[in-house]
C-alpha cells in the first residue's frame, strides 16, 4: 500500500497509510472504536504495542556544535536527533526510529491542528560527577503521560517500552547532556493526532515524537525568589475539565495573563479558583506554603489536593514524599489541603508564613518572595537579601542529590 510521508527529507522517516489518512477511515473507525476510554483501551490492548527491538537508528551526518551551557536558554537549542513511533487504527504501534532532528509534514486538515489532539511529558537526564547518565522517576512521567493521551482519545502505550527507548536515545545523545550542576537534558516526549480529517472523532492515526534539548535554570534570574500575581480573573482549571492532564490546550490560555502579570513586573500568576480565591496552581508549576498553626505554632506545609484540577507533579510528589520522611520526625504536618488566598495573607500579617515555593520538572523548586493580592504585596517569609528560605533550600538539596546520582536512591534509574 502507498504511504505518505510525515517527515520532509530523508527516505526512512516515518510514514503513514494513506487509508489512515482517509476521513471515509475515520467514520468506519469511530464504528469500530466508541469514544470512550474503557472501550479504547480494549482496542488498543488488541494491537502491537511498542516495541523497542524493532528500532532503526539513522544518524545525522551533520553534527551540531555544543552550544556553552552559560549560554543556552530554555527550549532554544536542540540535540541532533529525535525518536519516532507512529499508531494507527489498523496497525497498532509501528517500528520506533531514530532520525536526524528534522521538520514535520503534516496536511493542513490534520486533527491536531483544529481540535488539540495533543499531550506531552516533561522529563530530564542528569549526567552525575563520575559521568553516569540518569532519569528521575521516569515511571512517574510514563503514568501521567497515560493519564493525558486517554483523555483525548489518543493512544496509550507501554511506558516501560518507551522509557527504554528514551534510555537509548539519551545514550546516544550524550554529548549533549551538560555536566555542570543545574544543568540537564530536557526530555520532550509529545503525542499528536495525525489523522486528515476536518470531522470530530478520535484520531486514526497518531505519532509520538521525542525532542530533547540541553537546558539550564528555566528563569532567567537563576535560582532567585519569584514574584507572583494573584489571578482569578482568569481560570487555568475547573472542575471536571483537563487541568489535571498534561496537554498543550492547557497552556496557550495562560499566556496572556502571565504578561498582563509581567507588565505589572511579576514573573507569574498565581491561580486562584471560586468566589473563596482557593490557591491552585503557579504559573505552570504546583505550589506550596510553609506557615506555623494558628495558636499551637506548629510548623505546616500545605499544597493543593489532587482534585482533578491540579497537574499531578512528579517533583510536587516528590517533595511530599520527602516532607513526610525527612520533616515529618521534626514536627511537621504536610497536608494536601484546600485554602484560600485569604488564610496566606492572614498568615503573613501574623508573621506566621514562613515561605513558599513553586515545584515543576523544568524548574525543579523556585522560592517565591511575594505574591500580589488586592492591590498589596503579600511577603512570603524571605528577609531583605535573601533568596531562598530554608525549607526550600533543603528540598533543592535533597531533590538534585537524587537527580545527579549524588546520593544511591530508587527514584534515580541509571542508564
Not at 533568596?387 to 546520593?407: A, F
Request: net charge neutral.
Amino acid at each position: 500500500m502507498a504511504r505518505q510521508p510525515v517527515f520532509n527529507g530523508l527516505k526512512s522517516c516515518l510514514t503513514v497509510s494513506r487509508k489512515e489518512l482517509s476521513p471515509f477511515h475515520s467514520l468506519n473507525w469511530k464504528l469500530r472504536r466508541p469514544y470512550s476510554i474503557q472501550s479504547q483501551e480494549d482496542a488498543i490492548a488488541e494491537l502491537p504495542n511498542i516495541d523497542p527491538d524493532a528500532l532503526s537508528v539513522t544518524k545525522t551526518t551533520t553534527p551540531k556544535e555544543l552550544v556553552p551551557p552559560e549560554e543556552l536558554v530554555f527550549g532554544r537549542t536542540f540535540t541532533d536527533h529525535m525518536l519516532s513511533i507512529e499508531w494507527t487504527a489498523s496497525e497498532g504501534w509501528l517500528r520506533p526510529r531514530i532520525t536526524p532532528y528534522q521538520n514535520l509534514s503534516l496536511d493542513p486538515a490534520t486533527c491536531v491542528f483544529h481540535y488539540a489532539f495533543e499531550a506531552f511529558e516533561g522529563m530530564k537526564a542528569y549526567k552525575s560527577p563520575n559521568g553516569d547518565l540518569r532519569l528521575f522517576r521516569p515511571d512517574r512521567n510514563m503514568r501521567r503521560f497515560n493519564r493525558s493521551v486517554e483523555r483525548i482519545a489518543l493512544p496509550t502505550f507501554d511506558g516501560k517500552a518507551l522509557t527504554e527507548l528514551i534510555s537509548r536515545f539519551v545514550r546516544m545523545e550524550e554529548r549533549f547532556v551538560p555536566s555542570s550542576r543545574g544543568y540537564s537534558l530536557y526530555l520532550r516526549p509529545t503525542l499528536i493526532g495525525t489523522q486528515r480529517t476536518l470531522g470530530v472523532g478520535p484520531p486514526g492515526s497518531a505519532l509520538l515524537y521525542l525532542i530533547a534539548s540541553p537546558v539550564g535554570p528555566y528563569y532567567p534570574t537563576g535560582f532567585k525568589a519569584i514574584s507572583l500575581a494573584a489571578t482569578s480573573s482568569a481560570v487555568r482549571a475547573w472542575p471536571g475539565g483537563v487541568g489535571d492532564r498534561k496537554l498543550g490546550a492547557n497552556y496557550a490560555p495562560c499566556i496572556v495573563p502571565q504578561l498582563e502579570a509581567a507588565k505589572r513586573g511579576y514573573h507569574q500568576n498565581l491561580w486562584l479558583f471560586g468566589e473563596e480565591e482557593i490557591v491552585t496552581e503557579a504559573g505552570t508549576m504546583n505550589f506550596f506554603v510553609c506557615l506555623r498553626e494558628k495558636g499551637t505554632g506548629k510548623k505546616m506545609m500545605w499544597t493543593a489536593p489532587l482534585d482533578g484540577t491540579i497537574l499531578e507533579g512528579v517533583i510536587r510528589e516528590s517533595v511530599l514524599e520527602l516532607a513526610r520522611e525527612k520533616l515529618g520526625p521534626e514536627g511537621w504536618e504536610v497536608e494536601e489541603k484546600n485554602y484560600t488566598m485569604r488564610d496566606l495573607a492572614e498568615a503573613a500579617d501574623e508573621g506566621r508564613l514562613i515561605e513558599a515555593f513553586g515545584t515543576g520538572t523544568a524548574a525543579v523548586v523556585s522560592p517565591v518572595r511575594k505574591i500580589n493580592w488586592r492591590g498589596r504585596d503579600v511577603d512570603c517569609g524571605l528577609k531583605a537579601g535573601e533568596e531562598v528560605g530554608e525549607v526550600t533550600n533543603r528540598m533543592k538539596g535533597w531533590i538534585e542529590g537524587i537527580q545527579y546520582g549524588d546520593v544511591e536512591h530508587r527514584w534515580s534509574v541509571k542508564l
